[in-house]
């Protein structure tokens, strides 16, 4: 099984600034998950991070607001820029290995004020 | 496109006693992977079951088992014997045959559990 490590664990951030997360996963990985958990709600794929390429955004989610690092195959980091109060989330990575299990981060609870 | 539909929000269930968590997905798919994620207030993601559509067999896990109705399109989670520890939110999730770990999670059914 994967363990990934992300930091921070929580953080509370005035509106209009940034924050990144970072994600760092035990062994090497092809790709990693970005999502986000709203509060009460449940879990939305933000993007996919493949090493040496461009990350894969779903709908709804941009590059600009949502950029995307994924410098070697055991870590990537995500940053929400320019928060607003409608970005506090829970924001978890996640990687798959295996038979289709998928293994998540504790998750960054992310508050702005 | 697939979509994961829980229609419990809350479940409660009396200690030791069995309780089943519904949900139905939506697909145009044959091979795909369903699970189950428990996420207590630790904000951890933590497996509880997986079922693969092509197997006709129902997954079980000890205390965990589901009901895999796939001409339904449904996918209940039944624990039995229910402990003080299986309180939490649990998450149904879809993944299709060559999405590579991207998973479609419902809507989420908090389980509380009553001594």
């Known amino acids: 099984s994967a363990v990934i490590s992300q930091k921070p664990s929580r953080d509370i951030c005035q509106r209009g600034t940034s924050l990144t997360i970072q994600c760092q996963v035990d062994s090497q990985v092809t790709m990693m998950f970005w999502y986000r958990q709203q509060p009460g709600q449940s879990l939305t794929l933000i993007a996919t991070?493949?090493?040496?390429?461009?990350?894969?955004?779903e709908s709804g989610f941009v590059i600009d607001k949502f950029p995307i690092s994924r410098p070697n195959l055991t870590f990537s980091t995500l940053t929400v820029s320019n928060m607003s109060p409608e970005d506090s989330s829970i924001y978890l990575c996640?990687?798959?290995?295996?038979?289709?299990?998928?293994?998540f981060g504790q998750g960054t609870r992310l508050t702005v004020v | 496109a697939q979509t994961v539909t829980q229609s419990q929000p809350e479940m409660s269930v009396q200690e030791a006693e069995t309780v089943t968590l519904s949900c139905t997905y939506d697909?145009?798919?044959?091979?795909?992977?369903l699970f189950w994620y428990k996420q207590p207030p630790s904000r951890q993601m933590i497996l509880v079951i997986r079922?693969?559509?092509?197997?006709?067999q129902n997954a079980t896990e000890n205390r965990f088992s589901v009901n895999f109705q796939k001409a339904a399109k449904s996918f209940s989670l039944k624990i039995s014997d229910s402990q003080l520890g299986d309180a939490a939110m649990y998450f149904c999730a879809y993944e299709g045959n060559n999405q590579g770990g991207k998973l479609i999670f419902g809507q989420g059914t908090e389980l509380s559990v009553k001594p």
């Open positions: 079922q693969e559509a092509y197997k006709q």
């Open positions: 996640s990687v798959t290995q295996g038979a289709f299990e998928a293994f």
């Open positions: 697909t145009s798919e044959s091979d795909y992977y």
């Open positions: 991070a493949n090493q040496g390429s461009e990350a894969t955004y």
